[in-house]
């Protein structure tokens, strides 16, 4: 009997154990992933980032698109050159903040979803020029995580023109860097 009690215990300590490393881990996972976030914002307004932007990416042809919702969709629709969807680059999109300079991306409930070796980050969005809201909607990442570090692999966002429709979310509180 008290064989089996040992035993049990030793069983109970093996999985508390094995609990509290998974906790560590994912809580190391949380923190690496909003590392990426602050890298993500801080290299579009600090043109000297632009690599730590860049090694934030699995490849260079990874799924890079929008499509326009609401009141800008409709108002899109009706034009000759009316495309559904945006699909291009990380680096495209990288040296137009370059070239446009002062922009800015504002993230707003900031949601933070961790598998294993895989993760989504998603949130509300504005972007900036010159502090001006340009368009504004709702962004989602895929990241997976290979040799202990993470990497974006899809990227996906809604657009919507501020100056269309006013964005309803800015009086939330917004994820600081």
Known sequence: ?????????????????????????TQTDS???????????????DST?????YNLFLHDSITWASISEGKTKASREVKDDYRPFYTGSFKDFYNYVK???????RFYNLT??????????????????K??????????????KLDNEWKITCVLW????QNIEKCPFTNNSYYKE
């Not at 980032?49 to 932007?53: A, G, H, R």
């Not at 809604?158 to 023109?161: A, G, P, R, Y």
């Open 1 to 25: 009997m008290k064989l089996l009690k040992q035993k049990v215990i030793i069983v109970i300590l093996i999985i508390i154990s094995f609990n509290l490393n998974v906790k560590a881990q």
């Open 31 to 45: 923190q690496e992933l909003y590392a990426i976030v602050n890298t993500f914002k801080t290299a579009i307004y």
């Open 49 to 53: 980032k632009e690599q730590d932007f």
């Open 99 to 105: 070239k446009e300079g002062d922009c800015r991306e």
């Open 112 to 129: 933070i979803k961790i598998e294993n070796n895989y993760a989504t980050v998603s949130f509300d969005y504005t972007f900036e020029k």
């Open 131 to 144: 502090e001006k809201i340009t368009n504004w909607g709702k962004e989602h990442w895929t990241l997976i």
């Open 158 to 161: 809604t657009v919507n023109s």
